[in-house]
DNA sequence: ACGCCCGCCTGTAAGC
DNA sequence: TGCTTACAGGCGGGCG
C-alpha cells in the first residue's frame, strides 16, 4: 500500500528514468485506471508525442508534468505499480493495465490488480478552478501551490508533510482547530497529505502519542514532538525505499522491494515485543481498519 | 464537525 | 480437499 515514502522512491526514480523522454504510444489494456477520461482514446490522444519535463510528488499522487503544460497524475491506490522496463518483449505482469512506450526506447508499465489507482491528464485551466487562489489551511510552501494550480483536481490536499515547511507554532494552531482524534487527522488528506494506515501507526509510536487522543488537547511539547515524528518517520522511511510487506504489494520503479518494513516499531507487530519496552504491541479495530500500538509508551 | 459505514476491487489465508 | 469468509485499505460518498 503505497504511502509517501514509497510514492516518493518511485518519484526520485522517475526523475532519473523518465526526464526528457517523449512518449511514443499509449496501449490501455483496462479502462477503468483511466476512468476521469470519457474515453480510453481521449487519454491516449492528450499524452501520444508530449514529453515528460519534470516529476514531482503531492501526497500519495505523482506528477508528470509534460511540454504542453498540462500534466499526467498517477495514484497507485492500494495496490499500484510503476515499472519501468527496457525490453518491451519482457513479459507483462497480469494486471498490466497502461502501457507507455517511448521514442528513446523502453516503456513504463502501470500494474494494478485491485484497480482503485488511476492516471489521468489534468489540465491547467480544464476544469471549472475559478477560484485557485484558496489553498488549504496552512499551506506555505510556494511549490505545493504551484503544484495544486497546475492540478486543480489536487485542489484540496492538505500540506505535504516533506515539501512543505512549517513551524511548531503553525502546525499546533492548525491542531487546535482540530476536535478530531490523531491517527484519523493524519490519514485525512486535506489536512495533511501522504500518510496512510502504516505511517500514521509509526509516527504516532514514535511521538509516544495513542491515536485516539484528540488534536485539539495536545501540550505544546506533545506538539513539537508530533511534528518532529512526523517528518523524521517519512524521511527515514524515504531512505530505505519505502516499506514491502508480506503481500509484496509495493515494487520500486525496477520491481525492488522497499527495506524499512524491518524498522517498523509498531505495524504490523500484534503481540510482538514493543522495541522500547518489550510489552507486547496491541492491536485495535479503528473504523474497521487495524491501528497497532503500544498501550506502555502511547499515551 | 466528526465518526462510521459502504462500495469499489483482487489475492491470500484462515476457518469449517 | 474445497468451499466460504475475512482481511488488506485509499478514497469518495452518504448518513446519523
Redesign the pocket.
Known amino acids: 500500500?503505497p504511502?509517501l515514502p514509497e510514492v516518493e522512491t518511485l518519484r526520485q526514480d522517475l526523475a532519473k528514468e523518465v526526464v526528457n523522454k517523449k512518449i511514443k504510444t499509449v496501449a490501455v489494456t483496462n479502462g477503468?485506471s483511466v476512468r476521469r477520461h470519457q474515453s480510453a482514446k481521449h487519454f491516449r490522444t492528450l499524452l501520444e508525442g508530449r514529453t515528460v519535463k519534470s516529476v514531482s510528488r503531492l501526497?500519495?499522487?505523482l506528477l508528470l508534468s509534460l511540454d504542453n503544460k498540462d500534466t499526467l497524475v498517477i495514484?497507485l491506490?492500494?495496490s499500484g505499480q510503476l515499472l519501468r522496463v527496457k525490453n518491451p518483449k519482457d513479459p507483462k505482469p497480469?494486471?498490466t493495465h497502461v502501457v507507455l512506450t517511448f521514442t528513446q526506447g523502453g516503456e513504463l508499465r502501470y500494474v494494478d490488480?485491485?484497480?482503485?489507482g488511476e492516471m489521468f491528464v489534468s489540465s491547467p485551466g480544464g476544469e471549472a478552478s475559478s477560484n485557485g487562489s484558496s489553498l488549504p489551511a496552512g499551506m506555505a510552501s510556494a511549490d505545493g501551490a504551484v503544484l495544486r494550480r497546475q492540478v486543480p483536481e489536487l485542489a484540496h490536499l492538505g500540506f505535504d508533510p516533506i515539501e512543505d515547511m512549517m513551524s511548531w507554532d503553525r502546525f499546533g494552531l492548525l491542531l487546535r482547530q482540530?476536535?478530531?482524534?490523531l491517527k484519523?487527522l493524519l490519514?485525512d488528506?486535506e489536512f495533511v497529505s501522504g500518510i496512510?494506515?502504516?505511517y500514521s501507526d509509526e509516527i504516532l509510536f514514535s511521538a509516544g502519542l495513542r491515536y485516539d487522543r484528540p488534536a485539539d488537547g495536545l501540550s505544546a511539547t506533545e506538539i513539537r514532538r508530533l511534528y518532529r515524528a512526523m517528518v523524521e518517520t517519512l524521511s527515514e522511511a524515504i531512505k530505505h525505499r519505502g516499506s514491502t510487506l508480506?503481500?509484496e504489494q509495493y515494487r520500486d520503479l525496477f520491481g525492488e522491494a522497499g527495506d524499512y518494513q524491518g524498522s517498523h516499531q509498531v505495524y504490523d507487530r500484534e503481540g510482538a515485543p514493543c522495541r522500547r519496552c518489550r510489552n507486547p504491541i496491541v492491536r485495535a479495530k479503528?473504523?474497521?481498519?487495524?491501528t497497532f500500538y503500544c498501550e506502555h509508551c502511547q499515551v
Request: charged share 25%; no cysteine.
Open positions: 500500500m504511502e477503468r501526497g500519495k499522487y495514484h491506490g492500494m497480469k494486471h490488480p485491485r484497480t482503485f482540530r476536535h478530531t482524534a484519523a490519514m488528506q496512510g494506515n502504516l508480506v503481500d479503528v473504523g474497521g481498519r487495524s
